[in-house]
C-alpha cells in the first residue's frame, strides 16, 4: 500500500515558537516525499521535496525535513513560527503508479497564537 | 510567469445539473492531473494525462466523472447529473514531464456546491 498518515489534525503554537510537524507513510520503495501548504483560497504550493540523498530537506520559507527511513518518517520543522505561516499543511507520497501522481495525506491545520 | 490556472473559481450547481470545470495548465506541461478535495481531507487522485492521452482514470468515483484534454493543453473535468457528495473543491495540476522527479503545480482549484 501506499498511503501518508499524518496524525496530528491541528496544532497550536505561539508565534516565535518551533515547530514540527509529523507524516508517516508506507510505502514498499524509496519513497519520493513532499510537503505542501495550502492557505485559504490558495492552491498548494510546494515547500520542499526528497527524492534521495542528503535526508535533511531545506525548503522555502526557512522549513526544512528529515527522512528516516527506520522510523518511516518525514517530519516537518520550522525553527520560529510567524503568524503568517498560519495554514493547512499536507505531506504526499508520490505513487509509482497513475503517473506519478500523488498520494496525500488529511493534512495539519496549523494555527498561530500571538 | 503564468501558473495553473482554473475556472470558474467557484460553481454552484443544483442537484442534477451537468457542470464543466476547466483547468489550463502551464504552457508547455506534458503531464495533467485532476485532483478532488472534500472538505477537511487531502486531495485524492482523479485522473492523469499525458499530452492528449488520458493514461489513467482509477480515480474517477463513478461514470459520471468524465475528463479530456484533447489538444494536449487545456483539460475539461466534467460530472454529470451532480451529487451532493460531488461537493469539493477540484484541483488541477500540471507538471513539465512524464516519470518520477517531477514537481507538480497547483491550480487555485475550483470549489463545487450541490444544492
Known amino acids: 500500500a501506499q498511503s501518508v498518515t499524518q496524525p496530528d489534525i491541528h496544532i497550536t503554537v505561539s508565534e516565535g515558537a518551533s515547530l514540527e510537524l509529523r507524516c508517516n507513510y508506507s510505502y514498499g520503495a524509496t519513497p519520493y516525499l513532499f510537503w505542501y501548504v495550502q492557505s485559504p483560497g490558495q492552491g498548494l504550493q510546494l515547500l520542499l521535496k526528497?527524492?534521495?540523498?542528503?535526508?535533511l530537506v531545506q525548503g522555502i520559507k526557512g522549513f526544512e525535513a528529515e527522512f528516516k527511513r527506520s522510523q518511516s518518517s518525514f517530519n516537518l520543522r520550522k525553527p520560529s513560527v510567524h503568524w503568517s505561516d498560519a495554514a493547512e499543511y499536507f505531506c504526499a507520497l508520490q505513487r509509482g503508479d497513475s503517473g506519478y501522481a500523488l498520494n496525500f495525506g488529511k493534512g495539519t491545520s496549523l494555527l498561530v497564537t500571538p | 510567469g503564468a501558473g495553473v490556472s482554473q475556472s470558474p473559481r467557484y460553481k454552484v450547481a443544483k442537484r442534477g445539473q451537468d457542470v464543466a470545470l476547466r483547468c489550463d495548465p502551464i504552457s508547455g506541461h506534458v503531464s495533467l492531473f485532476w485532483y478532488q478535495q472534500a472538505l477537511g481531507q487531502g486531495p485524492e487522485f482523479l485522473t492523469y494525462f499525458q499530452n492528449e492521452a488520458q493514461l489513467d482514470k482509477s480515480g474517477l468515483p463513478s461514470d459520471r466523472f468524465f475528463a479530456e484534454r484533447p489538444e494536449g493543453s487545456v483539460s475539461t473535468l466534467k460530472i454529470q447529473r451532480t451529487q451532493q457528495e460531488d461537493s469539493a473543491v477540484y484541483l488541477c495540476?500540471?507538471?513539465?514531464?512524464?516519470?518520477?522527479?517531477?514537481?507538480?503545480?497547483f491550480g487555485p482549484g475550483t470549489r463545487l456546491t450541490v444544492l
Open positions: 526528497y527524492f534521495s540523498g542528503d535526508t
Open positions: 495540476a500540471s507538471s513539465p514531464l512524464t516519470g518520477a522527479y517531477n514537481e507538480q503545480f
